[in-house]
């Protein structure tokens, strides 16, 4: 039972045009959500998080989209660069949990 | 600071075997979380432990084991291997392991089984 999910395996986009990757959970006691970016040959790097009050947050290029009712999250990225390339992850936490549920990655390629 | 740290980064071993994997967290960090990323699978959740003590697991067979020592590093075990436990097992740490607070991965140590 995948509960986050990221149904966009890959995703190209011009460099300097917007990034937008989805991402869908159904456990409705998640109330923190991450997305991570990471490199071929590394762990996983942390980029911006949400808790489940906001409904958006943002941090430089990246802003992040929360619909509580449609269960839905969004990473918007603004402009992409080439250096974006990479998986990015989302993934979903309940409190007093201690573990996060990760989705299956979105492949973002930008073209320069 | 130094990040989290993984050893070894490749190994190799044959079915049937066991192998032990470590992780040394950030310091000052007291949780350690432990995944299995497989393609087409994303990051599964093996367990996460806080102070020495494992306080959730995910849905893997009892092959797979962990342990945290009170230096806050962790190893992870897997007897009995199989070639479906070839995967990229990768550590994470955090301060309390809270929602609210985001993990820091190490660089992941790739098993391949034969």
């Known amino acids: 039972d995948q509960q986050v999910k990221q149904n966009s395996p890959s995703l190209s986009v011009q460099e300097g045009r917007i990034s937008i990757l989805n991402c869908d959970y159904t456990?409705?006691?998640?109330?923190?959500f991450l997305w991570y970016k990471k490199y071929p040959a590394e762990g996983p790097t942390f980029l911006i998080s949400i808790s489940s009050i906001k409904d958006k947050n943002e941090d430089g290029r990246f802003t992040v989209f929360l619909n509580k009712s449609a269960k839905h999250l969004s990473l918007h990225i603004v402009p992409s660069q080439p250096g974006d390339s990479a998986v990015y992850f989302c993934?979903?936490?309940?409190?007093?949990?201690?573990?996060?549920?990760f989705g299956t990655g979105t492949r973002l390629k930008v073209l320069a | 600071k130094a990040g989290v740290t993984q050893t070894p980064r490749y190994l190799i071993k044959t079915r049937g075997q066991q192998v032990t994997l470590s992780c040394s967290p950030i310091?000052?960090?007291?949780?350690v979380s432990w995944y299995q990323q497989t393609p087409g699978q994303g990051l599964q959740f093996l367990f996460e432990?806080?102070?020495?003590?494992?306080?959730n697991k995910g849905n893997f067979p009892g092959r797979f084991s962990g342990r945290q020592f009170s230096n806050s590093r962790s190893e992870m075990n897997v007897s009995t291997l199989e070639l479906g436990d070839s995967a990229l097992y990768l550590c994470?740490?955090?301060?309390?392991?809270?929602?609210?607070?985001?993990?820091?991965f190490g660089p992941g140590t790739r098993l391949t089984v034969t």
């Open positions: 432990y806080f102070s020495e003590t494992q306080r």
């Open positions: 994470a740490s955090s301060l309390s392991g809270d929602r609210a607070y985001e993990q820091y």
């Open positions: 456990n409705s006691m998640f109330d923190y």
């Open positions: 993934a979903a936490s309940a409190q007093g949990t201690y573990k996060y549920i």
């Open positions: 310091s000052g960090h007291r949780s």
